[in-house]
């Protein structure tokens, strides 16, 4: 984990191209390249090893967060902000993965099948209106996914007023919306 973690911290601060394993050694304060090479054939295994343990964080962060939602509605209300809350609390997991996501084949996003889990159940259950689950979930991740690329160009961005337009706008595409869901 110590290796993952001056991974994650080496290529938030200097990108991935140069995050080489004498950089992240020296981050982790190991004396040699050689225990990165112990436990990792080479960067692309270590940058899998990254990408599955932000994932999985932002997908057990997630379950906690929307587990505890009542209707399909509010559990992706809690998805979209939970989402962003994790880009806020997290930022530098965000900004590895997002280089290492730019730089590699595309992996499946963090939350897909709970994400599309919880479409389905409000389409089939009648809360939104007819649409394809995958196509909306995708949307909603690619704008998620956007957010570490937003706050690296405009830092101060009013990351409560981002959830909240996303929520309002994602809750107007999945149909059905209340009038009030919209909020300044």
Request: glycine share 6%; proline share 3%; hydrophobic share 40%.
């Amino acid at each position: 984990m110590q290796i993952v973690k001056a991974t994650i911290a080496t290529i938030a601060e200097l990108g991935y191209h140069q995050a080489s394993f004498a950089r992240i050694a020296e981050r982790a304060r190991l004396s040699s390249t050689r225990l990165i090479s112990y436990h990792f054939d080479s960067k692309d295994e270590l940058m899998s090893q990254v990408i599955a343990t932000v994932h999985g964080d932002l997908a057990i962060y997630l379950e906690r967060r929307v587990g505890g939602a009542t209707t399909a509605r509010e559990a992706l209300d809690s998805y979209i902000r939970s989402t962003v809350a994790y880009v806020k609390e997290h930022p530098a997991e965000m900004r590895a993965a997002t280089e290492i996501h730019h730089h590699r084949r595309p992996e499946s996003p963090a939350g897909s099948s709970l994400l599309e889990r919880l479409l389905a159940r409000g389409r089939d259950g009648g809360e939104f209106a007819a649409f394809d689950t995958r196509v909306m979930a995708m949307a909603i991740h690619r704008t998620l996914d956007g957010l570490p690329l937003l706050l690296d160009a405009s830092p101060g961005t009013d990351l409560d007023a981002y959830a909240d337009e996303l929520a309002a706008l994602y809750a107007r595409a999945t149909g059905h919306a209340p009038a009030d869901t919209f909020r300044r």
